[in-house]
């Protein structure tokens, strides 16, 4: 059974901590450079569209989930039903991942926005992101098509409550 997850919302004060593991390779691989990466997350702190919060076992932040609203940033992923919200995240702490928290962690998470309205909830990893797109299957996503976005070309994956 997994864990029970923590999702605080991210403050100010968590910066430095994104920054630290925007910079690790296993994020910056996928994320791609941690100062854009870096300016972009805390300049969306401020955003009423953008969602984020600091993932956490009990006693230990491991991971960053943001959840927005599509109407801000829907390219490429065309019509959704109105309400639909967009993730992304990663575990920061290197010695958390292979563990099962991604897709357990993300589970959670969309759990959760479905239990407040989400009528879907849709994800866009980039395609050769097998870690990724496995974690979003096994936490109930499926695959629905390749979608050009603002970042390249993006598989975008579906969850229905």
């Given at each position: 059974m997994a864990?029970?997850?923590?999702?605080?919302p991210m403050i100010a004060a968590d910066l430095p901590l994104i920054r630290?593991?925007?910079a690790l390779p296993h994020v910056r691989e996928w994320w791609g450079d941690p100062a854009e990466q870096y300016s972009l997350v805390s300049g969306d702190l401020d955003e009423p569209?953008?969602?984020q919060f600091i993932?956490?076992?009990?006693?230990?932040p491991f991971g960053y989930i943001q959840c927005?609203?599509?109407?801000?940033?829907?390219?490429?992923?065309?019509?959704?039903?109105?309400?639909?919200?967009?993730?992304?995240q990663f575990i920061g702490e290197p010695d958390m991942i292979g563990c099962g928290h991604g897709s357990a962690f993300?589970?959670?998470?969309?759990?959760?926005?479905?239990k407040i309205g989400a009528p879907r909830v849709v994800t866009d990893p980039d395609p050769t992101n097998h870690r990724a797109i496995r974690a979003s299957e096994n936490?109930?996503?499926?695959?629905?098509?390749?979608?050009d976005t603002t970042e390249g070309e993006a598989l975008?994956?579906?969850r229905n409550p």
């Open positions: 864990p029970p997850y923590i999702f605080r630290r593991w925007l569209a953008m969602d993932v956490s076992v009990p006693g230990r927005y609203d599509l109407t801000a940033w829907n390219t490429g992923i065309g019509q959704q039903p109105p309400g639909t919200r967009g993730i992304d993300i589970r959670s998470f969309v759990d959760d926005r479905f936490a109930g996503f499926i695959r629905d098509r390749l979608a975008l994956m579906v």
